[in-house]
């Protein structure tokens, strides 16, 4: 069984450019959120689809990011415009849905640098 | 506020000595607890979860915590320590329908041969 896959791995950008990272979650895992580590601190949430469907997007730190689930498949985060505090380690993690399926599973993660 | 600590930044030990990787959670209600290890350019792995019960947990690769309501801790053990087993390891902490997870902001572990 495939895994959580992110595709870039890593990308650096400019300061005021757009990024866009993607995330194939677990093959029948309808919820799928995205979390951020900036400089080392705590892994944060940032948002949590179920299936298409936005279910929590509290943690997403303003308006310059924009998630989305097409089909309630792979996930997209778009970042426009960048700015230097944007900079991190962007993790995707995918469960099942349903009671007792806690288990969240991460990919890889993409590192994100802006300059 | 919901917060997970890992009071140890960094922690080095020798090959083959005892390990103890130190959690507290601050929460509303006892939480579901889990650790994880990221070794370098892999994801989130799950080492074990606690949910209810037993509050000693095993986990994989000879890893298990311990759960103590009295002291908030989940702390993580193993008695011989591998070099591959020096890797970043974070502790985490969800409610009870395993959504908003907290993490703590990690321990990184040295192996010395």
């Known amino acids: 069984e495939a895994g959580v896959t992110q595709f870039p791995s890593h990308s650096v950008i400019e300061k005021g450019q757009t990024v866009t990272l993607r995330c194939d979650p677990i093959s029948g895992h309808d919820n799928l959120y995205w979390y951020r580590r900036v400089m080392g601190k705590e892994i944060k949430f940032l948002l949590h689809f179920v299936k298409e469907s936005k279910q929590d997007e509290s943690g997403m730190p303003n308006n310059r990011f924009l998630a989305e689930r097409t089909g309630g498949t792979y996930s997209t985060l778009k970042v426009q415009p960048a700015e230097l505090e944007d900079s991190g380690v962007y993790f995707c993690?995918?469960?099942?849905?349903?009671?007792?399926?806690?288990?969240?599973?991460f990919g890889p993660g993409t590192r994100l640098t802006v300059t | 506020a919901q917060s997970v600590t890992q009071p140890d930044i960094h922690i080095t030990v020798s090959e083959g000595a005892s390990l103890e990787l130190r959690c507290n959670y601050s929460y509303g209600a006892t939480p579901y607890l889990f650790w994880y290890v990221q070794s370098p350019g892999q994801g989130l792995q799950l080492l074990l979860k606690?949910?209810?019960?037993?509050?000693l947990v095993q986990g994989i690769k000879g890893f298990e915590a311990e759960f103590k309501r009295s002291q908030s801790s989940f702390n993580l053990r193993k008695p011989s320590v591998h070099w591959s087993d020096a890797a970043e390891y974070f502790c985490?902490?969800?409610?009870?329908?395993?959504?908003?997870?907290?993490f703590g902001p990690g321990t990184r572990l040295s192996v010395l041969p």
């Open positions: 985490a902490a969800a409610d009870n329908y395993g959504q908003n997870f907290v």
């Open positions: 606690y949910f209810s019960g037993d509050t």
């Open positions: 993690a995918s469960s099942l849905y349903g009671q007792g399926k806690y288990e969240q599973y």
